[in-house]
């Protein structure tokens, strides 16, 4: 019977180690509570543009860093801790979610602890996982959402390489943001 190798499709990998010039991305492990906790899930700050609600303690943080690393079994699951290098702190996550594995489609959603804010991290984890996402996974539309007032996010976009796609209605699944209005960007390769 002959065969013919689909060569636009996923080869899901999970979340592998990806080292940059300041951060080490990796798994979450269950030795990153206290940083997460501390660094944004209780954070309201953190929270005000994203999906998510704070944490009222941390217990709940708890619970959902169990449940992310028995996702790590999945192999497409894209999940990285943000840490530094030097300190070994956790200061932060970027993931990859919502994935279409026919339209080669995902998209991307990340947080840095506010201690930690303009100094580009962002930036240089938002580059380095879009590599590792295009060039070892094989994703070729990768969109990213903010909401229209949170103007570092949009940089963070920007400065990423990613393109400017409009200006939408974005549903989502939190009792207390039903709606946001967001920008829209993409990074196609
Ligand atoms: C958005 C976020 C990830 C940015 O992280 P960061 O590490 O500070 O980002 P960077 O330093 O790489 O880039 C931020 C850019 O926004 C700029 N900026 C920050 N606040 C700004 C403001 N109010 N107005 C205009 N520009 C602003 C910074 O100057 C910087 O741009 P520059 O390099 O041209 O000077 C961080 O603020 C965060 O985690 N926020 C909470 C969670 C969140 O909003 N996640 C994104 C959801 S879409």
């Known amino acids: 019977m002959l065969c013919f190798k689909n060569e636009t499709s996923l080869k899901h990998i999970g979340t592998q180690d990806i080292v940059t010039e300041r951060f080490f991305l990796r798994k979450f492990q269950i030795e990153d509570l206290n940083d997460i906790y501390n660094n944004w899930t209780s954070d309201s700050e953190a929270a005000k543009y994203n999906a998510w609600k704070i944490h ?16 790590y079994e999945k192999k497409d699951y894209y999940l990285w801790a943000i840490t530094d290098k030097k300190s070994k702190e956790v200061i932060g996550s970027i993931s990859a979610s919502n994935i ?16 930690y ?10 580059i380095n996982v ?19 007032k949170n103007i570092a996010s949009g940089k963070v976009m920007q400065k990423s390489g990613m393109k400017y796609v409009q200006n939408k209605k974005q549903f ?18």
């Open 172 to 189: 989502f699944l939190n009792s207390e943001k039903l709606v946001m209005d967001c920008c829209v960007y993409d990074y196609k390769t």
């Open 130 to 148: 879009l590599n590792f996402l295009t060039i070892k996974v094989g994703f070729k539309n990768i969109r990213a959402y903010h909401d229209v």
């Open 56 to 71: 009222s303690s941390i217990n709940v943080t708890k619970e959902y860093l169990n449940e992310w690393i028995k996702q």
């Open 117 to 126: 804010w303009n100094k580009g991290i962002a930036t240089e984890v938002l």
């Open 100 to 115: 279409k594995n026919k339209k080669l489609y995902c998209e991307i959603g990340y947080t840095v602890s506010r201690k």
